[in-house]
């Protein structure tokens, strides 16, 4: 899912940065952006929340 959201988001940069969307068009793009990277920032927080507490359970020791 983390990928998708960021290889979306990544097109729309692209898009962006092409410069041939006209006004509107770029304005959803950048809109979709925000959505897209608030998502991707949750989901980060949400994996070193994982992470953490993982890391707590072995006091920071390393399993295989």
Do not use: H, N, P, W
Request: proline fraction near 0%; hydrophobic fraction near 40%.
């Amino acid at each position: 899912m983390f990928e998708e959201l960021l290889k979306e988001l990544d097109e729309i940069v692209k898009e962006l940065e092409s410069g041939t969307l006209s006004l509107e068009e770029a304005i959803k793009k950048y809109q979709r952006g925000l959505e897209l990277s608030a998502l991707c920032k949750e989901k980060l927080l949400a994996a070193k929340e994982v992470i953490v507490q993982k890391m707590s359970e072995t006091d920071g020791k390393v399993s295989s």
